[in-house]
Nanobody
Framework: QVQLVESGGGSAQSGGSLRLSCAAS????????IGWFRQAPGKEREGVAC????????YYADSVRGRFTISVDNVKNAVYLQMNSLKPEDTATYYC????????????????????WGQGTQVTVSS
């Protein structure tokens, strides 16, 4: 079982920036992909970004592409989400998740392929 812990959430003004971190422990060598998801009140959980540890391939939701950047530090077993040009609609609880399989295309955004989840960190963006 892989354990994941998010940090770095908080409040920001519209147009501001935040950087989220996700620290992984447990079966980290078996984790092939790490994704970031978010869930706003009353809405379904949605995929935000994903990175493949082996080849560094990045995937983004259309709503964040060009504003958010995902990165991985394989030595520290950590994944980061740099969020720039934040908008009020980015307000949500953000979760990182690890998968033991490599997905292709849009399959990265399906939460069911992920084997471990963090507890979430709140991001609030005010206008």
């Amino acid at each position: 079982q892989v354990q994941l812990v998010e940090s770095g959430g908080g409040s920001a003004q519209s147009g501001g920036s935040l950087r989220l971190s996700c620290a992984a422990s447990g079966l980290t060598r078996d984790v092939v992909m790490i994704g970031w998801f978010r869930q706003a009140p009353g809405k379904e959980r949605e995929g935000v970004a994903c990175i493949v540890r082996g080849d560094g391939r990045e995937y983004y939701a259309d709503s964040v592409r060009g504003r958010f950047t995902i990165s991985v530090d394989n030595v520290k077993n950590a994944v980061y989400l740099q969020m720039n040009s934040l908008k009020p609609e980015d307000t949500a609880t953000y979760y990182c998740a690890g998968s033991f399989i490599r997905a292709y295309g849009y399959n990265w955004a399906y939460s069911r392929i992920y084997d471990g989840w963090g507890q979430g960190t709140q991001v609030t963006v005010s206008s």
